[in-house]
Structures are given as structure tokens and as C-alpha cells.
């Protein structure tokens, strides 16, 4: 811990170029809980995901002399994503241990959330935060990553389509069925969709 | 007409996605906002997507059980776990897969070579005993107890209990009444006794086998394809261990690399 002054990414990102661990592990904690998160929604597995968070900051440091500057939150973002989706392909190859596009919520388990985090804006999604999780794990996987960037993240769609390795015209289809299916999902939750049970546009397919 | 219709809102939904996402420029905003005072689906689908919008943003983050901070271990170990992941490699697994397909195969010919030859020895052993049978069908009663009394002592050094086949061979000879019910039983302990001792004997197609083999043609029948398949018998054995070892090797290899 260098300092308690919070320095900016870039720094610790040199300091870390020239082989200082500890700036680097500031890094980590800093994001570990967002590279977690992230990689604990695309695997729906809380012990896989620590594996593939892991693995996410060590082929990081080991690949911080090809960081070309530009966000590093972004750049770790993809790292993990990667390492999802080498998961989530290994997984393919296997016995199919866990259902993971079906709709159907309770074959996912999503623990229950814990409802302190930010309490103003939680307010609504505190009940709604379950059954939000729920139907973003029954998103499928490339859908579920560009909703996780842009609207859970707020990544901005060129950081996206760096992170995915898509173009930006899919990024935004993604993005536009992603929220179209979690409309879906959720159309019988009137906290988040109170006028109706119903969704007028919607309901296509 | 609701085609056109859709189509022609598919290029709202694409706005609106952008809009939502704080990517449409003002001129855009504002036709937008022009068609939604309008259009009832699209302002429906304009406000879904910001409260969803609002709703995962305000998702909380998770915490992982343990630091994830890297330590001097962890980088002088480069790849520990992919490499461990990827350690029964390919080639290994081929092998171990040519190993269990030769094994099983190996076993599957033996037991039909097994299965084949009993067949035979089977066949030929009874064809003998019923020979034999034959031939000792039609003296049957009186010879027999001179016959079965003459072997009876012959048999004597072989058994365990010397005194039962002579003892039991005795009373057919002694008469009927009492024992009617007992020669059944009389005919099945000397026979296989006889098939016991006298297996290699009946091989040999000596006589001393007549009296059991007339006595008991079912005993020593199955005592025939236990010595027909004798030889292979450890050889089917030995295959089979080996077929179910490289089987179990193989699942243990799949499991590994699975893991």
C-alpha cells in the first residue's frame, strides 16, 4: 500500500510495467469485486468465478507490458470476460452440469443478495435484485455480457465491442434483445413494470 | 400492415435502445420524443428500458470469499493451473483409449474362444458319459453292484471318507424296501465324489469312472467343461482384469480432464 491517497489507475499501472506487485495489488483490490462480480454473473458458480477472476489478474500483470493505456477497468473487463468464456466453452465440452439458457429462474442458483449496498438507489431493486439476477442468468451468454457491460457496468459501446471482440452494430442488437428478453422475463414484476402485466411491444415471438 | 408497422418501430426500438443507453445526440432525442408523445407502444417500451436500465445499474457488487491480491508464489509458478488443467493431453488420452479398446477386445475374444470351446468339450464329454451310459444300460442291476463294489475300493484311497462309498454302494446289494428312498442320495454323494476323484479318470476314459459316470451322467457333465475350460479359464481371467484396469484408467483419465 504506497499511499492512502487513492492515485489514479495510470500510476499504479506503471508502477506495476516495472514489476511492483504491491501497486498492482492495490489494482486488485480495487477491482476485484468488479471483476468478481462480472465474472460470477457470466458463470452463474461462485467458486468458478474466483478461479476465473483470479486467473483474469495474473494474466493481466503478465500482460501489462502489451497495455497500451486507455482504461485499465475496460482492459480488466475483457481479461475476465475471456476467461469466461474459456469457462463457459470448457463447460460445452463437458457433461452439461448446469442448465444455463433455460428460462426457467430456480435452476440458477443466485444467492440471495445482500441489501445494504447503496441504499438509495437499492430501494427498488431491493426486492426486484433476486429476480433481476435470475433472468440475467437466463440470458444467453452473449447477450448477458453486453447487458452486464453497458447497463450494469456503463461501459460505453466502443469499449464493449473492444471488450467482446464484436462489431458496434452488434453490440447495440445485443443489447437491444438482451433488454428485450429481460422485459420478458421480468413483465410480471410490477416494481420494476407497474402499469401493466402486459407488454404492449413487446410480447412478440 | 402490422408488418410494416413492426418494421417501422423496429427503427424506434433501435433509437430507443441507444437513447437509454445515453447515446442518442439531441436531434435524434427530440424526434424521439415527438413519436413517443404519439405512440403509446414505443413510450411503453421508452420507460421499460430506463427503469431496467435503473434497476441492474443499481445491482450491487459482489464479494469474492478470498483476496484476490497476487502473490511472489503465484508468478513463480507460471500457469500452474491451466497446465494442470491441461494435463492429460491429448495424445495420452489416445493412447489410454487404443489401450482399453485392445484390452476389451483381447477379453471379448478369449471369453468367445472360451464360450466356443466348453461347447465342444461339453459336447464331447457328454456324448462319452452317454457312451458310457449306454453301455451300462442294459446290465444294469446286477452288474452294478459287483461293479460299483469293486470300484468302490479303488475310489476308497481317493476320498476323504473311505467308508462311504462302500457303505453306501452296499445296501442296493443287500436289498430293496427300506432303501428305495435312499438310492437317489446313494447315487448322487458316490457320483460326485467319483466326478471329484475321478475327473482326470474320465478323461482318460478308464474304466473306474463307469459306476459315478452311470450313476450321475449330470455331474460329471458339468464336472467336463470345468476341465475343458481349465487352461483358459485364468486367461479369461487375466483379460478380463486387464479390459476392466484399462477401463478404469481411461474413466479416470476422462474424469481428470473434465475436472
Known sequence: MPDMLEPPDEHLVSLSKDGNLDAFNSLVDRYQSLVFTLCYRQLGERTAAEDAAQETFLSAYRALPQFQGGSFRSWLLRIALNHCRDELRRRLRRVPTRPFDTGRPDDVAIEPQDPAADPAAAFEARALGPALERALAGLPPDQREVILLADVHGLQYEEIAAATGVSLGTVKSRLSRGRDRLRRILARHPELFPRSGRLPDGGDR | ???????????????????????????????????????????????????????????????????????????????????????????????????????????????????????????????ASREQAEDTVAPMAAPSEGESADHAAPLAPFAATPGAPPGLA??????????????????????????????????????????????????????????????????????????????????????????
Open chain 2, 1 to 127: 400492415m402490422t408488418d410494416r408497422l413492426f418494421r417501422r418501430h423496429r427503427a424506434w426500438h433501435a433509437l430507443i435502445t441507444d437513447a437509454v443507453s445515453g447515446r442518442a445526440d439531441e436531434a435524434s432525442r427530440q424526434r424521439l420524443d415527438a413519436h413517443v408523445a404519439r405512440c403509446d407502444a414505443c413510450r411503453t417500451r421508452l420507460e421499460d428500458e430506463r427503469r431496467l436500465r435503473a434497476a441492474l445499474q443499481s445491482l450491487p457488487l459482489r464479494e469474492p470469499s478470498r483476496s484476490l491480491r497476487l502473490t511472489a508464489a503465484m508468478l513463480e509458478h507460471p500457469r500452474a493451473a491451466p497446465s494442470r488443467r491441461a494435463a492429460p493431453g491429448p495424445v495420452l488420452l489416445l493412447a489410454a483409449r487404443g489401450i482399453a479398446a485392445a484390452a476389451v477386445a483381447a477379453f471379448a475374444v478369449v471369453a468367445l474362444l472360451a464360450l466356443a470351446s466348453p461347447a465342444d468339450d461339453g459336447g464331447s464329454v457328454s456324448l
Open chain 2, 170 to 259: 452296499s445296501p442296493p446289494a443287500g436289498g430293496g424296501a427300506p432303501n428305495s428312498d435312499r438310492s437317489p442320495d446313494a447315487g448322487g454323494p458316490s457320483g460326485d465324489t467319483a466326478a471329484d476323484h475321478g475327473e482326470d479318470r474320465v478323461a482318460d476314459g478308464s474304466k473306474p469312472g463307469e459306476a459315478a459316470e452311470n450313476a450321475q451322467p449330470a455331474a460329471a457333465r458339468s464336472g467336463g467343461p470345468a476341465e475343458g475350460s481349465r487352461v483358459p479359464s485364468w486367461l479369461l481371467l487375466a483379460t478380463g482384469a486387464a479390459a476392466a484396469a484399462a477401463l478404469a484408467a481411461l474413466a479416470g483419465l476422462e474424469i481428470a480432464r473434465r475436472k
